[in-house]
T-cell receptor
Framework: TAGITQAPTSQILAAGRSMTLRCTQD?????MYWYRQDLGLGLRLIHY???????GKGEVPDGYSVSRANTDDFPLTLASAVPSQTSVYFCASSEDRGLGYGYTFGSGTRLTVV | SQQGEEDPQALSIQEGENATMNCSYK?????LQWYRQNSGRGLVHLIL?????REKHSGRLRVTLDTSKKSSSLLITASRAADTASYFC????????????FGTGTRLTIIP
């Protein structure tokens, strides 16, 4: 089934440790996104990529970095995790950004920083 | 900051009844989208309505958009137990950054 694969499904991480959340899509979509979802705050955009080789900052980028070496993969890295980064992280993609395409979402990674 | 605000925050109805959720937003948009999220899962795109459209249908879904009031509504007719989920509106702005901004959602429970 075509779509987005995120890994891991869940993780408990010690504060100060680094971690990379993986995201792979098989739809050849140009644009990809990382959101975090927190109760009462909805989904907030962390970083995005319009196309392979380019990335941009979203609403809450601090403490996170991304790369887009190819069309399919868009990993999210936490260099030094803090408890406020406890959240559910969703990767999404769309055919293009800003042209009115719906987003396809992965199933999420539930991260707990202790 | 949130662009979209859904109302109500939670809604419980009997199976077979119609469910209506509302979304208000703050700035000019290119389009507005509705998504469904089942518990513990990712969001699923339901329907997109462009700023020059006033109403759109897809199966049991009906979406309206009033750009003068900066508001939208999602109607689900003849609700089913499987419609139990959270529903989010998302707006794509026309300010050049074209990011999709989500509201905080409406939790819909269908009582069998």
């Amino acid at each position: 089934t075509a779509g987005i694969t995120q890994a891991p499904t869940s993780q408990i991480l010690a504060a100060g440790r680094s971690m990379t959340l993986r995201c792979t899509q098989d739809m050849r979509h140009n644009a990809m996104y990382w959101y975090r979802q927190d109760l009462g705050l909805g989904l907030r955009l962390i970083h995005y990529s319009n196309t392979a080789g380019t990335t941009g900052k979203g609403e809450v980028p601090d403490g996170y970095s991304v790369s887009r070496a190819n069309t399919d993969d868009f990993p999210l890295t936490l260099a030094s995790a803090v408890p406020s980064q406890t959240s559910v992280y969703f990767c999404a993609s769309s055919e293009d950004r800003g042209l009115g395409y719906g987003y396809t979402f992965g199933s999420g990674t539930r991260l707990t920083v202790v | 900051s949130q662009q979209g605000e859904e109302d109500p925050q939670a809604l419980s109805i009997q199976e077979g009844e119609n469910a209506t959720m509302n979304c208000s937003y703050k700035t000019s948009i290119n389009n507005l989208q509705w998504y469904r999220q089942n518990s513990g899962r990712g969001l699923v795109h339901l329907i997109l309505i462009r700023s020059n459209e006033r109403e759109k249908h897809s199966g049991r879904l009906r979406v309206t958009l009033d750009t003068s009031k900066k508001s939208s509504s999602l109607l689900i007719t003849a609700s089913r137990a499987a419609d139990t989920a959270s529903y989010f509106c998302a707006t794509e702005s026309n300010f050049g950054n074209e990011k999709l901004t989500f509201g905080t959602g409406t939790r819909l429970t269908i009582i069998p």
